[in-house]
T-cell receptor, first 114, second 113 residues
Framework: DTGVSQNPRHKITKRGQNVTFRCDPI?????LYWYRQTLGQGPEFLTY????????KSRLLSDRFSAERPKGSFSTLEIQRTEQGDSAMYLC????????????FGSGTRLTVV | GENVEQHPSTLSVQEGDSAVIKCTYS??????FPWYKQELGKGPQLIID?????GEKKDQRIAVTLNKTAKHFSLHITETQPEDSAVYFC????????????FGSGTRLSIRP
């Protein structure tokens, strides 16, 4: 399968712990996006990369959140000192710059903070 | 920034009937309008999109219409089938190298047998 891959699919963590999620985009896609989706809502933009450069960050991305894409391939999203309000589905998507309209989403990582 | 509003939030139709979902957007510079379908436990999947130089686009049983003046766009599904049951999201973006897609809040479509 050559789609967008996200790991883990589910993560349960205690409040205050750090968590890290990984996204592997479609191999030839140079743009990578992170979104957050809470129950009953549409995806909300968090941040995006073009190759290894992080070009935009939403104000939703507090200083407890950090995202990296060190070699322009896979990306990680880390949440430090998790809070119950961080419980959500974290979605990753990728796109080709020259076909820069629709995104291909992964299946997401569902985070539950207890 | 862009704001996309979507309604209804839930929609139930008889199998074989048509379903219509409507969205409005706020940023007059938005020129790309995708629609996504999300099934349980999966990420959103692009099903159709329309650009602002086009008023209507059709792909088999689904069609989208765009009214730029009113900043409205709609998804039409005809001859609905059980597999159409899902959550549908409209979205908008301004075409530029530094622009992201902004999503509506979703419509849960249920098809009654």
């Amino acid at each position: 399968d050559t789609g967008v891959s996200q790991n883990p699919r589910h993560k349960i963590t205690k409040r205050g712990q750090n968590v890290t999620f990984r996204c592997d985009p479609i191999s030839e896609h140079n743009r990578l996006y992170w979104y957050r989706q809470t129950l009953g809502q549409g995806p909300e933009f968090l941040t995006y990369f073009q190759n290894e450069a992080q070009l935009e960050k939403s104000r939703l991305l507090s200083d407890r959140f950090s995202a990296e894409r060190p070699k322009g391939s896979f990306s990680t999203l880390e949440i430090q000192r998790t809070e119950q309000g961080d419980s959500a589905m974290y979605l990753c998507a990728s796109s080709l710059r020259q076909d820069d309209y629709g995104y291909t989403f992964g299946s997401g990582t569902r985070l539950t903070v207890v | 920034g862009e704001n996309v509003e979507q309604h209804p939030s839930t929609l139930s139709v008889q199998e074989g009937d048509s379903a219509v979902i409507k969205c409005t957007y706020s940023d007059s510079a938005s020129n790309y309008f995708p629609w996504y379908k999300q099934e349980l436990g999966k990420g959103p999947q692009l099903i159709i999109d329309i650009r602002s130089n086009v008023g209507e686009k059709k792909d088999q049983r689904i069609a989208v219409t765009l009214n730029k003046t009113a900043k409205h766009f709609s998804l039409h599904i005809t001859e609905t089938q059980p597999e159409d049951s899902a959550v549908y999201f409209c979205a908008a973006r301004r075409y530029s190298s530094a622009s992201k897609i902004i999503f509506g809040s979703g419509t849960r479509l249920s098809i009654r047998p």
